[in-house]
Structures are given as C-alpha cells and as structure tokens.
C-alpha cells in the first residue's frame, strides 16, 4: 500500500517535468454545459436560489511518458492523467421571486489513475488521486454592503470510473461514467458579517482544513462517445454536489447539466511539448 | 446492456443521495407568524445594538408574535405594517424593511431636533456656484471664503474634482464644508472628502462587526485609516469648517467623526445624526428584505458614534433673512486667519 502511495506521489511531482523521447496519445475535450443550478448559501441569504447554468470546459486524457526513470521500469504501464479546466457562470432567482444572484465558478484540477481493461480492452475501469481547486464568486443585486460572497476550496479526491466501448454499423461508441468525491482539503469562507468596506481592506474569514466529517463533494458524469468517420463527439450528464459549512455559514450547491462535447484524439510526437 | 443499466441505475443512486437540501434553507412563506419570528431572530442574532441600546428584545418578541397569530395569511400589506412596527422599536434610521410595495422606515433618530437647515436661505449664500461631481461649491464673502455644498455621499467625484475646486479657492481663506442634510451613502468618499484636509495618514476610528448570534458577539477591533494619499497630492491649510446637522447621518456622520482629527477643522451646527452602525441585508421567508445595523463604528477615542457627534461649536438656526450656521463659520475662518 505505502508503495503505492509512494508511486502515486512520484507521478505527481513528475508530471510534465520530464523530456518526450516517445509518441503519446491524447485525447482532448471541448465541452459546453447547460443546466439547472440549485444554490444555499447562508452568508448572503437564508433563502434557496435556483436557476439556469451555461458552462465552457476542457478536459485531456494522456498516458504517462513511459520513458522516464519510473516507466522503464513498467511500473507506469498502466497508469495515466486527467486534467481539466471549467468556467461557468449562473443566474438564479429566489424561490419568493424578489432577488437574483449572478455567480461564476472556475476551477482546475489535474490526477493520475490506475487502469484496468478487460474483453479486449473493450471494458476498463479506473482508480486514482486527483486534486481540485475551486473559486466561486455570487453577487446578490438587492444586497446592501455584503453584495460579494466569494469562496476558495482546494481538495484532494478520490476518483473513480468505467468505460465500456461497443460498436454499431458505422459508428464506434464508448459509454463512460466517471465519479469523484473529496478526501481531504482545505477551505475558505469570509467572515460572516463582514461588509465589503472591511474586504476591501483584507479579507478576514475562516479558512480550515477539509475533509468527509465537514465537506462534501461529490461529482459524477454519465456520457457516451460516438466515433463518425471524421469526428467523435460527446454527450452526457453532469451532477454535481458540494456541501460544507461552519457555524452560522453554509453553502449547498446542486447541478445537473447536459454536456455536449467535441473530442479530438491525437498523437504528441516525440521531442515535442504540447 | 446490463453494464449500461447498471451505471444508469448507479448515477440516479447517487442523485438521490445528494438531492435532499440541508435545513439551514428557510422555505419561501407567507405564514405571518414565521415571517414575523424570522425577522425577529435576524434581528437578535445579526443586529449590532440590541445589548447596547437596552432594548428589551424579548419582550418585544412576545408581543409582535401575538400580534402575528392574528393575522390572515393572504394579507401581505397588514403583515408589512405589523414588521415595519416591530423594526421602528431599535429607533435605528438604518433600519428598513422591502417588498415590493413598500419600505419601512424610522424618522424617530431626527424628529425632535432642530432643522438647522433651509434651502432658501442656504441658496443666499449658495449663487453662481459650479458642480464638480457630486459637489455644488462658489465663493462667499466677496471671494473670500470657498463654500462646498455635499448633499449626498452616494454622488461620487474625483480628485480632479477636487483639485479644480481647491485650486478655485486658491485665494481663500478658508473652507466652509457643508454636509447638512446629508444622508451619508458610500464610505470611500467620505474618505476622499476628507483627505485633503489631513497632512498625513492616521487612524480615525475602529470598527468590528458581528461574527456570532449571542448580542454581544463581535470580531476584534479593526483600526479605520485615513489614508492622506487618496487626495493625490492636494493639500488644503487654511481653515475648514464643517457644517452638520442632525440629518447628517451614516457615512455623513462617519466623515464629520473623522473631520474632527483633521489639521485646521472646527465642527458647527448640531448635533450629526449617527447612524455609525453599517447596515447589512437580510431575508424573510416571503421574499421582503430586511436591512439592519451589523457593523458598529467608532472614533478614534473608541466612543461609539451610533448616537452621534457632538459638534465644537453648537449652533442652532434662529434668523430668517440669514443662515446662522455659515455666519458663524464665516465668523470663525475670519478669526482663525486673523490670529494667524
């Protein structure tokens, strides 16, 4: 176990440090995402806010260089990285109808995995690390000296998913459901009722470490891949669930959205960077 | 097929577990009691004055929530009134209540005080004058006095406002800076008002806000600045003297607060009208929005300037064919130069 977590740690310290001696195959994704939004965040309003989300996001999938010191040795054969990068922005109302937040939410994260395949490769499933950053931004219009709630979250996940490929007349497909929920990470909240005035002069708020007994995360996407002769796309569903708060503040948030994805495959030749 | 219906089945499992909301969440309503006890523990749990006002907030409870299981619940105007009466017992200008159909609001802080301000005098005084921003000035006294009228802090001006009208009093020998009737707005402009008047940075007073539901739950002391910077490099040393009355209040009171650490200001008129407590904003069940006292402010002497400031010279309007507040200033910028 203490081995594998020694490899685990390797691989992310070694990741895009090293030379490309070998062709990688990459898979990138461009997704856009629609949705609902369901928001409770206590700092701005008792009340619940519900709305509509768009989104933009990017997601790579690569293979680790098996070149390198740890690879030679084939203890990387089947191990392999995801990062992506997400912005999306809401708007939603109240349930009582009297007041709108705006938001935006970015967030990055990068992990390495450990796969399995089986029946040709045709089904593989997948465990590993993976580490997230999360910044959220609401303004609430009719609020008076408090309009910005702003929040960061770095966590450390556990991720885990399956694929399973199948194959019509003229189109390959590939299903994929993929599951991430938080282990341990850190978290920050600005005091609660302090206004924008004292912000402006250095943010005071509560910044802790994170873990299952006050936060969680959990995220979770169904999609299916269709391959046509020229191009492979995307679509799928998103869910997403955050939960954490201390004292008086809590923060809920709860989205589903559909994602509609254009995926390129292509090979990174060796000496070149991306 | 069974592998799909399995991560379909999977996925759906997981939404379930996840869809129940925490019970933090107030639920939209109507109902006048919780409308009527939500407001209620807002105010005890977030308004900054409770303890040191003395208000018997309890009793009040008891009584407003009576009150409330009398009322229809289809009676939104009735439930209105019956809040806006709970709110009007702290006494507190920035306390206010929002629907759609009305705002509530508290005159109790000035009703008993002199005006110590008439339009139709100040505009004797007040001809031929220019507007920089937010700021109406002219010169008074055959040229020799500059005169700035301010009537709201929410009208924002620049230092290259306040450059043009500094350099137009060039000549001048002194400032009479009047805020009267000035019913505050932003913080930041208070401040940049003021800096002209500082030759260098200090503390103007201190502030903490609640941080907890007990009444007397505040964070640590912060030190308010004043930044000497913010005027850009102008420098005002003649005289300046700030006229107040009680309708000078919230970011009004907070800049005649710190007028008084400035190098050559004297205060005159009445008493300002307070309001150092910050308002934040709040919700009800039914959607109205509730602004409240949640920051309380305090001078450099850590006296708390909710009530607020006593002014140097205490003046009170009696004339009708003058404005006693500027005479007097006029009288004081005079005496200043002369014993200079």
Redesign the interface.
Same mark, same amino acid.
């Given at each position: 176990m203490l081995k594998r977590i020694a490899v685990i740690v390797v691989l992310f310290c070694l990741v895009g440090s090293v030379a490309a001696n070998e062709d990688l195959e990459h898979t990138n994704i461009l997704k856009i995402r629609l949705g609902w939004n369901?928001q +409770?965040d206590?700092y701005i @309003?008792? +009340?619940?806010y519900n709305g509509m989300l768009i989104g933009i996001g990017n997601e790579w999938w690569q293979p680790f260089r098996q070149d390198t010191r740890l690879g030679r040795t084939g203890r990387l054969a089947h191990w392999a990285h995801v990062g992506r990068l997400d912005v999306r922005g809401f708007s939603q109302v109240? &349930?009582?109808? &009297? !007041?709108k937040i705006y938001g935006l939410g970015l967030s990055g994260g990068w992990g390495a995995f450990y796969y399995w395949q089986w029946f040709d490769n045709r089904?593989k499933v997948f465990v590993g690390p993976y580490m997230e950053t999360e910044f959220g931004a609401r303004y609430l219009v &009719? !609020?008076?000296?408090?309009p910005l709630s702003l929040d960061i979250a770095v966590d450390v996940m556990a991720m885990g998913g399956?694929s %399973?490929s199948f194959y019509g007349k003229k189109t390959s497909y590939r299903?994929n459901?993929q *599951?991430r929920t938080n282990l341990i990470g850190f978290d920050f909240m600005p005091?609660? %009722? =302090? @206004?924008y005035? =004292?912000l402006e =002069?250095g943010i005071?708020g509560t910044a802790r470490c994170s873990g299952h007994w006050n936060h #969680?995360t *959990?995220k #979770?996407e +169904?999609a299916l891949d269709m391959q046509f002769p020229h191009s492979t796309w995307r679509v799928g569903?998103e #869910?997403e669930?955050l !939960?954490y $708060?201390t $004292?008086?503040l #809590?923060f809920?948030r !709860?989205q *589903?959205s559909i994602v509609i994805g254009c995926i390129w495959n292509y090979r990174i030749k060796a000496n070149k960077r991306l | 097929m069974k592998i799909l219906k399995n991560i379909v089945n999977c996925f759906a499992f997981i939404f379930t577990l996840t869809a129940c909301h925490p019970s933090e969440e107030i639920s939209f309503s109507m109902d006048p009691v919780e409308n009527v006890e939500a407001l209620w523990q807002a105010i005890d749990t977030k308004y900054c004055y409770v303890e040191s006002k003395g208000i018997d907030w309890q009793a009040i409870h008891d009584e407003y929530i009576t009150k409330a299981a009398l009322l229809k619940k289809d009676d939104p105007v009735t439930l209105f009134d019956l809040c806006a009466a709970m709110l009007d017992s702290l006494h507190d200008g920035h306390v206010n209540l929002y629907s759609d159909f009305d705002r509530s609001y508290n005159t109790a802080w000035y009703d008993n005080y002199p005006a110590n301000y008439d339009s139709h005098l100040q505009s004797l005084y007040l001809r031929d004058y220019r507007i920089a921003g937010g700021l109406y000035y002219c010169t008074i006294d055959g040229g020799k006095i500059g005169y700035i009228y301010y009537n709201s802090f929410s009208n924002s001006f620049s230092s290259s406002n306040m450059a043009w009208i500094l350099a137009s009093f060039a000549d001048c020998r002194g400032i009479i800076l009047d805020v009267r009737n000035n019913g505050g707005g932003d913080i930041t402009n208070a401040y940049r008002l003021a800096a002209p008047f500082f030759s260098k940075s200090q503390t103007i007073g201190y502030w903490h806000h609640k941080n907890g539901p007990g009444h007397n739950d505040f964070s640590p002391m912060e030190e308010m600045r004043l930044d000497a910077s913010l005027s850009g490099g102008l420098k005002w040393n003649k005289p300046v003297v700030v006229l107040c009355n009680r309708r000078s209040y919230s970011a009004t009171n907070l800049f005649v607060s710190m007028m008084r650490y400035a190098d050559l200001s004297t205060i005159i008129g009445g008493v300002s009208g307070g309001g150092g407590g910050m308002p934040m904003s709040y919700e009800l069940p039914c959607g109205w929005m509730v602004r409240f006292s949640s920051v309380r402010m305090y001078d450099r002497e850590k006296k708390d300037i909710e009530a607020g400031i006593e002014p140097d010279v205490l003046v009170t309007m009696q004339s009708s064919d003058k404005d006693d507040i500027i005479e007097k200033a006029i009288e004081l910028i005079h005496h200043a130069t002369k014993q200079k």
């Open positions: 369901y +409770l206590t @309003s008792p +009340l619940a109240n &349930s009582a109808r &009297s !007041n089904l &009719s !609020n008076v000296n408090k399956l %399973w299903l459901y *599951i005091d609660y %009722w =302090e @206004s005035y =004292e =002069e005071r #969680h *959990i #979770h +169904l569903a #869910h669930y !939960n $708060g $004292g008086d #809590h809920v !709860n *589903i | -």
